[in-house]
C-alpha cells in the first residue's frame, strides 16, 4: 500500500480491510462463530500489517489486539474497529457492517473513514461528505435492531420520531452523514473504537458529535471505554441534549459494557 496523507491512509486502509472481510464472507465456515472469529481476525491482521508498513512510528489501538499501554506517551495512534458489527456481518445478504479506521493526534481525531464493504461505499475525512438536506416530517433515530436502548426509545416518543433500526454504530453515524436518518444517539455502552472513526467522518461532514450531556468526546485514554455518543445536526443539538437532560441522568462511565 503507497503512503500518502493521513486521510488517504485511512480511506485506503478502511477500504482494503472491507475487500478483505468481502473475501472472508464468501467462504464456507462450519457456523456462524468461526464466521465471526475468521473475519474480526482477518481484518486485525490486514490492518495491522499495513499500519507497520505506511506509518510504522504510530501507535495502534483495535478491538481485536492486545491494548500496548506505548499508545498513552504516544502523539499519534491508530484506532480501529475491524468489524464493527459482526452480527449482521454474519448474516447473509446484510450490508449494516462497517470497518473503521481513525487517527488520532495530541488530544483530537485528525483523520478517519468508515468502510461500508457490503455497499461498496467508503467515508472519509479525505474527501468530506456533505449532510443531504433534512426530509420535511418526523425527526428519524437511528436505533440498534438488536438491543435498542430505551433512552432512544423514550426520546422518540418524547420527540414523537420514528426509529430507523440497523445494525452496526459505524452504519448508524453515517446514515446521518449520508441523509438516511438524522440522529444517532447512542447510551447502552462503547468503547474507543466503535466512534472514533465516525466521530471523525461526521464531524468533518460538519455534525456535532458530544457525549450525551454535550461533554467532549475524549479518546486515548487508559480505559477505552467511551459509553455514550450523540451525532445530529448542528441545529437539532441544543434541542436533543434538552429532552435528554430532562430524560436521562448524567453521562458517566460506570455501568454495564456491552
Known amino acids: 500500500m503507497p503512503s500518502g496523507t493521513d486521510h488517504e491512509i485511512a480511506h485506503a486502509l478502511a477500504t482494503s480491510a472491507g ?40 501507535a495502534v489501538l483495535s478491538e481485536e489486539g492486545v ?14 474497529d475491524p468489524l464493527d458489527g459482526t452480527r449482521e456481518f454474519s448474516e447473509a445478504g446484510r450490508a449494516d457492517w462497517a470497518v473503521h ?14 468502510a461500508l464493504p457490503a ?28 438491543r435498542p436502548p430505551a433512552l432512544v426509545q ?43 472513526a465516525p466521530v471523525a467522518v461526521a464531524r468533518a461532514a460538519g455534525l456535532h458529535t458530544s457525549r450525551l450531556d454535550g461533554s467532549p468526546l475524549i479518546y486515548n485514554q487508559a480505559d477505552p471505554y467511551l459509553p455514550d455518543l450523540l451525532v445530529c445536526p448542528p441545529e437539532l443539538a441544543d434541542r436533543l441534549l434538552d429532552t435528554l437532560a430532562g430524560q436521562v441522568p448524567a453521562p458517566t462511565d460506570a455501568g454495564v459494557r456491552a
Open 119 to 146: 455497499e461498496g461505499v467508503t467515508l472519509g475525512t479525505v474527501a468530506p461528505p456533505s449532510v443531504p438536506a433534512r426530509p420535511e416530517g418526523p425527526l428519524r433515530l437511528a436505533v440498534s435492531r438488536s
Open 154 to 196: 423514550d426520546l422518540a416518543a418524547t420527540l414523537r420520531a420514528d426509529l430507523v433500526p440497523m445494525g452496526s454504530a459505524g452504519a448508524k453515524a453515517m446514515a446521518v452523514v449520508r441523509g438516511l436518518a438524522d440522529v444517532y444517539v447512542h447510551g447502552g455502552g462503547q468503547y474507543e473504537w466503535d466512534s472514533a
Open 67 to 80: 491494548d500496548d499501554a506505548v499508545r498513552l506517551r504516544a502523539d499519534r495512534v491508530w484506532i480501529v
Open 101 to 114: 479506521v481513525a487517527l488520532w493526534e495530541r488530544g483530537e481525531l485528525t483523520a478517519g473513514a468508515v
Open 19 to 58: 475487500e478483505v472481510l468481502l473475501g472472508v464472507r464468501a467462504g464456507h465456515f462450519p457456523d456462524v462463530a468461526a464466521l465471526k472469529d475468521a473475519g474480526d481476525a482477518a481484518s486485525h491482521r490486514h490492518l495491522a500489517a499495513r499500519l507497520r508498513e505506511v506509518r510504522p512510528g504510530d
